[in-house]
């Protein structure tokens, strides 16, 4: 993996901002532990919580957890698959081609900052998994094209600004806690009444989208006006660290080979894939978790040149995956513990007891963004808040959309000082977390206005 210069920023330099936010970064660093032990001390706090609020003894409090513990397997592989076909997707040579491209667009300074930022959250939009991996991809192609046309491109700007991107994963077409909503025979149905939310309730609401544009459009106003000007000092990326398009391609031998070598196969599992989602959707099939992962599947499919090269692929994706595979069935646990014990009600209640129908969707918003960093996963925030947020919600009548999106932009929202989603983009680029936080900081208080005004709003 490409480190960054030896210039890297130093600790004595950067932007006020950067300086006045590293003791938060520097005790996020050395304090919070990787998110696989962060659920196994939530799973523990979760359990002395039900010994102590509710009548459930030890030996049942374990059943629960035992029994939940397989509860969320169907949607584990789901998450998994979603950022594992996202990390395929933008490594495929057709995407690869289309960020170096995209890259020769931006021709000063500030207009490169800015760039990045919004391709970046549009690839968040299609897939989080593709965006975060774009977002890396595209300020290493930047900062190289740039330096070859004279540009004096400040490095870990360009960094924060495809992080930056990822604030609005949970507004588009891969967002977790709204397909969930829209499964049948998801975790969340009990919570729901039995009920699904479709999507155009929530991601493709005439609210959310306009949400979205604002954030984008908030954000890069927010990032135009911090990033440094001329004559500021800046890191450059001093070498070439874009890696090559590996070729991913074995010797051809045997019959077996050539079968493995051939276009034609993926190409015909690719256009049959599209042809089930056309005939799904027009049937009046609806928007799932299961049918966003075979869109994209099918998009793979399409693009990679033959078996070879998606098996390559998918086995540099594949590291990525494996810690959410260890997660999932401890937050399953924990929802097996909360739901049996009772917590999930005497949590819903005291939220009720501070909220009102107006202000329920801001104090949900606030409450995911913390409860985000010691979930980081959006998947297993809604297996661990979404029941208590819904129950709440729905006893203060307030539309089940809105507790959704109020849970999903919370969220998205402090993953910008949160930095697990950011160690494969901050691993592409070389970069530590303290390099880029004084800008994620400007995402988080920018994207954090639109999304409180937007829940506000809507529940007026």
Known sequence: MPSAPE??????????????????????????????????????????LGLVLTPTSPADLVVHWGDGLAGLLA??????????????????GPV???????ASVPRTELAAYVFVFVVAAVASLITWGLGL???????????HQGRERGLTLHFPMLVAGGFGGFVVWHMGYSASGPLTAATEGSFLMDSLGGQTVPMSQTVFSTWNMLAALATIIVVALALYLVAPRRGDRVTELTIDAREELEDGQEEVVTPADRLDASRLVTLLTGLALVAYL?????????????TVNWSFLALILLLVRNPFELIHLTKNAASNVGEILLQFPLYAGILGMMVGSGLVQIFSDAFVSISTPTTFGLFALLAAGLVNFFVPSGGGQFAVQGPIMLSAGAELGVDPAITIMAVSYGDQWT???????????????????????????????ASGLVFGATLVIVSL
């Open 133 to 143: 991996v774009v977002g890396g991809l595209l300020a290493r192609e930047v900062a």
């Open 415 to 445: 993953n910008m000082i949160q930095p697990f989603w950011a160690i494969p983009l901050l691993a592409i680029a070389g970069l530590k977390m303290r390099d880029i936080l004084g800008y994620t900081t400007i995402v988080l208080i």
């Open 96 to 102: 690869r081609r289309l960020l170096a491209a995209l």
């Open 278 to 290: 056309v005939l799904h959707f027009s049937r009046g099939g609806t928007l799932t978790l299961d």
């Open 75 to 92: 949607f584990m592989t789901q998450m998994a698959l979603i950022l594992l076909l996202g990390h395929i997707l933008a490594n495929t």
């Open 7 to 48: 210039s890297a920023t130093p600790h004595k330099e950067g932007t006020p901002l950067s300086r006045a936010m590293r003791p938060l970064n520097n005790l996020v660093e050395r304090f919070i532990p990787s998110a696989l032990v962060f659920s196994i001390v939530l799973t523990f706090i979760v359990a002395i």
